[in-house]
């Protein structure tokens, strides 16, 4: 159907609607069905099922989500398109984050391989099998940046970076939503959320946002911005408040911003209740100022659990709270989406092509492939790794995460097959069969949250406290086990429910008596090898010191174990970098690469005088199997005018005798101008699979919208006249360096 096709087919319904009909377009509701039933009055299952149905048969609902059942989807569809007299079908939605059936590494590992192919690879895997079920919008990707380890979903985005963020957005969009929206096999990316979520105060989930003019437009919006220019159709609100106003009726950020600055023509959806929450934060008289100030802010659709503000703008209307052509307006963009995603000529899903899709193995392979190359390898003292399974007699497994199909899945996942999921025992076994004797203990049992996580209630995801365990008795069976072993292999990290929504923490330790663990097994003399199983950065200062080899490998999964195995004994060489810095502790943070220097740089004390400034790990951290070295920096010409274009080369080595990855990182600096520029930031990077002796020339290309800023002072995007300092090498603290200048002739 063509663009005229659909905007005309719009105002042919649009025509026919009743007011009551139009506000339900633009009114989402969560559809739990027996999960409601079983769980009901737990983590906000409000929504009464048949509630939902009474007025999906009357053409007020616009859209459903939580409903992942084919069966089930075409019902509910079948009551929205035959039971109405317009047949306007219904969008399902779901929380497609990092999989459906097959759970990819959680959105942080992901960004973590720095490898914008294999992300993209790796969503449409996610959408494929989405679109399959009957599923046709994902809330995802968030984008927000997250420079707050305390913040628990940081593990939804890719860190701290812009520049870095801004890539990876734009390669989620593509892989969930195609070349466009309606593309086959695909399903509509929702970017969220609209901003500044990801700097709440002190990491507290949903606590205000106080972002500076000079942070929002040069930090926290580059990754939307990346996301829109992919192609986004939809965009969700966040809950808290920035810069005193709540981010879901702030008017220049839905209008100015999102619609007249960057020209975005899809809907915008509020986060879960957010429009209702209007009242909560004291910035709406009531529901239905709620609802009109929402819509009247650019506000399309709510989602809403249970009885919707937007249920109210007939009375809006009516009153001239609202005008009836800005309610037309969402209504418009609701229906152009539906058109564009061929609901219409085709609203119903096959179930059994669905189960097939499920079923399918190469996306098994795509989601192993993610965990490889996500994983980062911290520390390798005495190349410890890979492991040489011909020499090994005996491994010993440790940790009560190392055999939790549930937690090498990661949070922020629902509808997966835990009797396919890989746990790292289970990978390592196999990988290990009939050459060394594997054996396990847990040590320590399953650290418990203080309050339970919200989606807690979800069956599966509460983890399980084993009945009869004897904490010091399990503690002693497993640092036997390392005794008598030759090589100890210890996992250790967060619970799954630890982090995520309403899972932020006031402390990175390692909870429970993992450390205490850690250090018993060490004290044996046995090897040790250390994997953190994390979607954040934890407390590894003693490790970092004690332990030879630490290898991050995330939440990697379903194949996750597999993954792990295939990494440890050298089938493939880790090649990932952190997406973040890494602090030494709590009392660091935020810690990020690309801060503005201070008038006296070389005054480490002022800093912390109780601990060392600088970070456990730098961002963009991470070994390989296999050393590179750096050589040949060079620019093509010394100086630019600020519309031109430099090009930056670079030769890169394997210094080892074997292949592995390198990921190269392009940092920039900015000498004096307008404003003080951060002392690094990250402006290029590519990830190059080197074999052994191997020479390439990496290339990087830097013009006005690498060497562009936001400019407080100007409040507009400005291109200084300055010397720029250009690093490139393996993380962020690169020594390899040389200049050019921005001249005005």
């Known amino acids: 159907m063509t663009e005229a096709a659909i905007r005309a087919r719009a105002e042919e319904l649009l025509a026919q609607m009743t007011v009551a009909e139009k506000a339900g377009q633009l009114t989402q509701y969560f559809y739990f069905g027996a999960l409601a039933e079983t769980q009901a009055g737990v983590g906000g299952l409000e929504s009464d099922p048949s509630a939902v149905e009474k007025v999906l048969g009357r053409g007020e609902v616009g859209s459903l989500l939580f409903v992942t059942d084919p069966a089930q989807i075409n019902g509910l569809q079948r009551r929205a398109v035959d039971g109405h007299r317009l047949g306007i079908p ?25 490898d914008t192919d294999l992300i993209e690879r790796g969503q449409a895997v996610a959408a494929r099998e989405a679109r399959a079920v009957g599923l046709h919008w994902t809330f995802a990707p968030m984008v927000d940046i997250a420079r707050d380890p305390r913040w628990g979903r940081m593990v939804e985005g890719a860190g701290e970076d812009p520049f870095l963020g801004a890539q990876v957005a734009r390669a989620q969009v593509r892989g969930f939503q195609g070349e466009a929206v309606g593309t086959p096999e695909r399903v509509l990316a929702g970017p969220k959320h609209l901003a500044g979520y990801g700097a709440a105060l002190g990491g507290r989930d949903y606590d205000e946002a106080d972002v500076s003019d000079s942070a929002l437009w040069n930090v926290y919006l580059p990754p ?14 966040a809950y808290m408040d920035l810069n005193g106003i709540p981010a879901t009726g702030n008017r220049w950020l839905f209008t100015e911003v999102l619609r007249e600055t960057w020209g975005f023509e899809g809907f915008v959806v509020s986060d879960a209740n957010a429009v209702r929450n209007l009242v909560t934060h004291g910035f709406a008289r009531d529901l239905t100022d709620a609802g009109a100030r929402a819509l009247q802010s650019g506000v399309d659709m709510e989602m809403a659990i249970g009885d919707p503000a937007y249920a109210r703008l007939p009375e809006a209307v009516e009153q001239g709270a609202v005008d009836e052509r800005t309610l037309d307006a969402g209504v418009r963009r609701v229906l152009e ?49 890979p492991l040489d399974a011909g020499t090994l007699d005996s491994i010993a497994v440790i940790g009560p995460l190392a055999d939790s199909r549930r937690d090498t899945l990661g949070p922020w996942c629902f509808d997966f097959d835990l009797d396919e999921t890989v746990t790292v025992l289970e990978g390592i076994r196999r990988h290990a069969d009939g050459t060394a004797d594997v054996r396990y203990a847990p040590g320590v049992r ?142 660091q943070v935020p810690m990020v ?96 699979s080197l074999g052994a002796g191997e020479t390439r020339t990496v290339r990087f290309s830097l013009g006005p919208a690498e060497l562009r800023y936001w400019n407080a002072a100007a409040r507009d995007w400005v291109n200084d006249l300055s010397p720029f300092d250009v690093w490139v090498g393996g993380d962020a603290t690169a020594g390899l360096s040389t200049s050019f200048e921005v001249t005005g002739a």
């Open 224 to 237: 939307f911005a990346a996301a829109l220019a992919a192609g986004a159709g939809n965009v969700m609100t």
């Open 446 to 587: 399953p650290a418990q949250r203080g309050t339970p996580s919200l989606f807690d209630m979800w069956p599966g995801n509460a983890p399980e406290d084993p009945e009869g365990f004897d904490d010091d008795a399990e503690l002693a069976r497993a640092v036997d086990l390392a005794r008598d072993a030759d090589v100890a292999v210890v996992l250790a990290g967060e619970w799954q429910n630890m982090i995520g929504e309403n899972a932020s923490r006031s402390s990175l330790e390692l909870p429970g008596r993992q450390l205490e663990l850690l250090q018993a097994v060490a004290a044996t003399g046995t090897p040790v090898v250390l994997l953190v199983m994390n979607g954040r950065p934890l407390d590894l200062r003693w490790a970092a010191e004690h332990v030879p080899a630490i290898l991050d490998i995330w939440y990697p999964g379903t194949q996750g174990g597999t993954a792990v195995a295939n990494l440890l004994f050298g089938d493939v060489a880790p090649g990932g970098k952190l997406p973040f810095t890494w602090p030494r502790t709590v009392g």
């Open 90 to 114: 219904v969008l399902f939605g779901f929380d497609v984050i990092h999989g459906l059936r097959t759970i990819l590494p959680v959105p942080i590992a992901m960004a973590a391989s720095w």
């Open 337 to 385: 989406a539906k058109l564009r995603l061929g609901l219409f000529d085709a609203p119903y899903v096959d179930e059994d092509r669905a189960r097939e899709i499920l079923g399918d193995p190469a996306h098994r392979d795509v989601a192993r492939i993610g965990a490889e190359r996500s994983a980062v390898l911290l520390r390798n003292e005495g190349d410890l790794l």
């Open 593 to 688: 690469a690309s801060h503005t220097r201070s008038h006296e740089p070389e005054n480490q004390h002022a800093r912390y005088w109780d601990e060392e400034s600088t970070p456990l790990f730098p961002f963009g951290h991470g070994l390989s199997y296999a050393p590179f070295r750096y050589a040949g920096l060079a620019v093509d010409r010394d100086a630019i005018t600020p519309d031109g274009t430099i090009n930056v080369s670079v030769e890169v080595t394997n210094a080892g005798g074997r292949q592995a990855d390198e990921v190269v990182q392009l940092y920039l600096h900015q000498r004096h101008g307008t404003a003080s520029r951060p002392v690094r930031e990250l402006k290029g990077f590519e990830r190059v």
